[in-house]
Structures are given as structure tokens and as C-alpha cells.
């Protein structure tokens, strides 16, 4: 999927159905195996100056935050795959990097909805401020009204509407350029391997709005920052430029091995849908 040579004709609910269950399954086992290494990321953002993080509990949220994710996953892929399938569609051959970045960019909007609110209870608690994910949702909302579950909202959209479509642009083209030189299907390896550049290079591209996002996400009731603009510029003045770069190295190290296990799960996962619902075709048409 994802090239601009598949078939012209394609069933809506069942390509949402198929890609919001290898959405999930992606999402929940990426997030599982890499939530540590997030966690040490969120910390060291949200560090001002010289401060020290802590290094315990890093698995701190993981059950709660697994809740919010395979929602959010399923529902952008859902969103995604259709989307993208129907751009192909509409869309010359020589755009199919237009219907990527735009199914991509939709897709992440859709999801944001779910996304956000993990986000932020996520990042309470990997950084100390809360001890569960409905202890978080309980007093966030008592204390900043349902609005605070949505803390970082613009800065998240930010960072990550570029992201989503940078880093499944990336993936899908490489993916066909691979494809064309080949001339084969790709194995699990290699999407696995397409999948962790993607992730890397959109990744680092993208630290300086996570670090912004991660910023407005944790300060609670503090209001250091007042919106996006605020945050840059407190940043940029009391900490200097490369305080923007926080966190990169985990970072890129985070979601390029997610990217390949994300993708790699991704493409799997499809790929069995679509042979499971071949043979129950064929069985159908041997009755």
C-alpha cells in the first residue's frame, strides 16, 4: 500500500477498518518497548538549567498512557489509510508525495483529539507530578478545568501535524523508490529499516517545537509560558539556543528505532489482514 500504482478501487470501511487494527497493534507495541527511553526524553526537557532528573521509574504511566494509545494509533492509521488511498485516486501519479504528506497531516489532526490528553498525562507523571493516570485526569480537571487536558494543544498540532506528514511522506516515498529499484515487494526488514530513517530525520527536524510542546505540556498551573511564542522566547532568553535541542540525541534515538518497529509492525500486520481476507474470498468462491 501506498504507492501510486495500486489498484484504482478500494473499499472505504474496510481499508479503515484493516489499517485502524494495524494502527493499534503498532502503536501499543512501539510505545511498550519504548517508553523508557521517552521518558528520560520528557525529563531532560522539562529540566530547566542545571537541574538533575530523576532516573527512577521509568516505566511511571505506561498502563494509562497504553489506553490513550491505541486509540489515537488506530484512529490515524484509520483516518490515514482511506485517505491516502482516496488522494491516490484523485491525484496525477507524479503527486503521490502530495496525497502522503496531506493523508498524513489529516490523519494526525483526527488523532490529535485522543493524542493530546495522553500526552499530557503522560508527562505529569513521567515527570513527578502525579502517581496514575486517573489520579492525573481527576485533579488536572479539578484544578485547570477540562481545558488543562488539553494543555500544549497549539504547540502539539505544531509539532506534530509536520511531523506525521514529514515522516510518512518519507516512508511511503522511500518505500517506493525501493519498490521501482528492486522491482519486488519489500520485505519485513527492509520496511523496518525505511521506517527508522523516516523516523530519525523527521525526529531531530522536529526537537526544537517537541521541546516547546513538552515545555507547555508540564507547567501545570505555573504559567511560565503563555502560548507557543511565549514559551520560544523564555527559552531563547534565559536558557540560550541549544536549549531548543534538549533531549535530541534520546529523541532520535526513540523514534528511529520506533519507526522501525512501528512500520515494521505497521506493514505486517496489514499484510496478514490482507491475506486472512484473500482466503476467506477464495472460500467463498469455492462454495
Known amino acids: 500500500m501506498g504507492e501510486g500504482g495500486e489498484e484504482k478501487s478500494f473499499n472505504f470501511l474496510q481499508v479503515l477498518l484493516e489499517g485502524s487494527i494495524a494502527g493499534g497493534t503498532a502503536g501499543v507495541v512501539v510505545e511498550t518497548a519504548l517508553y523508557p527511553i521517552d521518558t528520560i526524553k520528557?525529563?531532560?526537557?522539562?529540566?530547566?538549567?542545571?537541574?538533575?532528573?530523576e532516573w527512577k521509574g521509568l516505566y511511571a504511566g505506561l498502563a494509562g498512557n497504553l489506553a490513550g494509545v491505541l486509540p489515537a494509533s488506530a484512529i490515524f492509521v484509520g483516518v490515514y489509510e482511506p485517505t491516502k488511498r482516496k488522494l491516490l485516486e484523485t491525484l496525477p501519479e507524479n503527486l503521490s508525495a502530495?496525497?502522503?504528506f496531506t493523508a498524513g497531516a489529516i490523519g494526525g489532526i483526527a488523532a490529535s483529539l485522543v493524542r493530546v490528553p495522553t500526552e499530557v498525562v503522560k508527562q505529569r507523571i513521567q515527570t513527578g507530578q502525579f502517581k496514575s493516570a486517573p489520579d492525573a485526569v481527576r485533579l488536572i480537571v479539578a484544578k485547570e478545568g477540562f481545558k488543562g487536558l488539553y494543555a500544549g494543544y497549539g504547540s502539539f498540532l505544531l509539532r506534530d501535524l509536520p511531523f506525521d506528514a514529514i515522516q510518512f511522506c518519507i516512508y511511503e516515498q522511500l518505500r517506493i523508490g525501493y519498490k521501482v529499484m528492486a522491482r519486488r515487494e519489500l520485505n519485513d526488514p527492509e520496511n523496518a529499516l525505511i521506517g527508522a530513517f523516516a523516523g530519525a530525520i523527521t525526529g531531530a527536524i522536529t526537537t526544537p517545537l517537541d521541546v516547546m510542546k513538552t515545555r507547555l505540556m508540564v507547567q501545570g498551573q505555573g504559567n511560565q509560558y503563555t502560548g507557543i511564542v511565549s514559551c520560544a522566547q523564555t527559552i531563547l532568553r534565559e536558557e540560550g539556543p541549544t536549549a531548543f535541542l534538549k533531549g535530541i540525541e534520546?529523541?532520535?534515538?526513540?523514534?528511529?528505532?520506533?519507526?522501525?518497529?512501528?512500520?515494521g509492525v505497521l506493514e505486517k500486520t496489514k499484510l496478514m489482514l490482507a491475506e486472512r481476507r484473500n482466503r476467506e474470498l477464495r472460500a467463498v468462491k469455492d462454495e
Open 42 to 53: 520528557t525529563r531532560l526537557q522539562a529540566a530547566q538549567g542545571g537541574s538533575w532528573i
Open 98 to 100: 502530495v496525497a502522503h
Open 250 to 263: 534520546p529523541r532520535v534515538l526513540w523514534i528511529g528505532i520506533g519507526g522501525s518497529i512501528f512500520f
